[in-house]
């Protein structure tokens, strides 16, 4: 837990800024760590410091990661879920309903015992309840002599939505269990963060300009970006100064994903994905101003690599798919 300490000097300004903006966390983060690697082979107190600050580091990637993937997989069950149900809704029910009434007409007793509410139940409701509706519809279509072939077939039907219905939800449970996790973390990096200010501080104390040098300032400049939506761990906008050239969603890549890149501000810009920041690039494409491609990543791949050659700032968004 992060003490209060009433005294603003010695306030975990870390902390504060991205408190309830863990996207946030992550790119200040990322960037601190670049700068920190950058200056620690020619010194040994910054190599110091950076080695204190890479477990808890480390452990808020691991957990930032896994809260994308499982969002990721929720929005697919979610999706997969309402397609199935949409798929009851327009056509399941109007097949089952007219082999029943070639069995029985609309006006027996026998057509109500099965359907008392014809379809609506299948296509109004909870989602639960309309799972409810074809278990419900399976089961005395099984019982029924004549119709025991489409009672099977209802049956199959309803365990595909229960199924589909307790991955979704358990993946929703998993999603909210990640936000008490990455917080956890997010408050545990904040401490080491401002704990490396402070030696960083210490150790340029009659320079403590230097200290600047290690910090992406715009991220702790009160309300920057403060509309921000933090839960959503896929999508980023990148600011690339003039002639630079920025390593990319480190820490959430593997190989496989599908980078969606959307040109915002400035002029072309240059991309390309890699295993590690020094490799060689196989191909290098170029993104217009205005345009949007998708990238599919090689096996392998955990980096995408942003390369601006102008002389004036660019913006990307990044949406990993």
Known sequence: MVEITGWTKTENFVYTITKDNKKKMYLLAKDHVHKLTEKAASDPVIQDILNFVLPAYDDFLLQYRKNTI??????????????????LSSVEIRRWDIEIQMTYDVITSDYTRLLPDGREPFQKGTYDMRIEAVMTLGDLLSNDPQLQGLGATVLAFGQQLEDLRSQQQGVEGN???????????RQELAIVLYGAFARLLAHYYRTPKRVDNFYELKYFRRGN??????????????DLAPESRLV??????TGGETVRITHLEGEPIKYYSAANAADSPAQVYELQPNQTVSLQLPAGHRLLLLDNPAANMAKVELELM
């Open 70 to 87: 499982d969002k990721r997989e929720y929005h697919q069950k979610t999706a997969d879920f309402k397609a199935l149900l949409h798929q």
């Open 248 to 253: 990319q969603l480190e820490g959430l890549l």
């Open 225 to 238: 970006s403060s509309s921000e939506e933090d839960d959503d761990y896929s999508r980023f906008e990148v």
């Open 175 to 185: 999603t909210d269990d990640n936000v008490d996790d990455l917080e956890t973390t």
